[in-house]
């Protein structure tokens, strides 16, 4: 399951666009457009790889091709390149986990989180779930801590 709404294959600039250029708003990205959106998203997604682990670029990659998590973009929304931010999303059962989260400028963007559980809520999620390190509990307090994972380079 993926939630809608998705921006449309068509790039052209919507209406009121130009009176809007200053505005972020969030964009989720249809399958088709993976492979034009990737180079601006891998660099994003590796930067937050680099300080956080888990999945590599190339492996979310593959498995954004293989429609197994979704990609949505914090950006202006008559020019998607480039993004202040990239995410990547999975369902599983009425939980959404944000899995991986990168970008800069974050005051720009950290208040579409709400837009994002609204559409969560929407679309019959009971759970939203941020994957990241630490200091994101400063950035997002109204978040429980659920979880620490502990590691060690052999």
């Not at 949505?72 to 480039?82: D, G, H, M, T, Y």
């Not at 974050?106 to 837009?115: Q, V």
């Amino acid at each position: 399951m993926h939630i809608v709404p998705q921006i449309a294959s068509d790039t052209s600039p919507p209406p009121g666009a130009v009176e809007r250029a200053a505005a972020v708003e969030l964009a989720q990205i249809p399958f088709d457009l993976i492979d034009a959106a990737w180079p601006y998203a891998a660099p994003l997604l590796a930067a937050a790889h680099r300080r956080m682990g888990g999945d590599n670029p190339a492996k979310l990659y593959d498995r954004l091709k293989a429609r197994k998590c979704d990609l949505w973009f914090a950006c202006n929304p008559s020019n998607l390149r480039p993004p202040l931010a990239a995410m990547i999303t999975t369902i599983v059962g009425d939980t959404v986990f944000i899995e991986t989260l990168g970008g800069h400028d974050m005051r720009r963007w950290t208040h579409l989180l709400a837009e994002y559980e609204d559409l969560a809520r929407q679309h019959g999620m009971k759970h939203i779930e941020i994957e990241g390190r630490p200091g994101w509990a400063r950035v997002f307090p109204d978040y429980e801590t659920k979880k620490v994972i502990f590691g060690k380079a052999l």
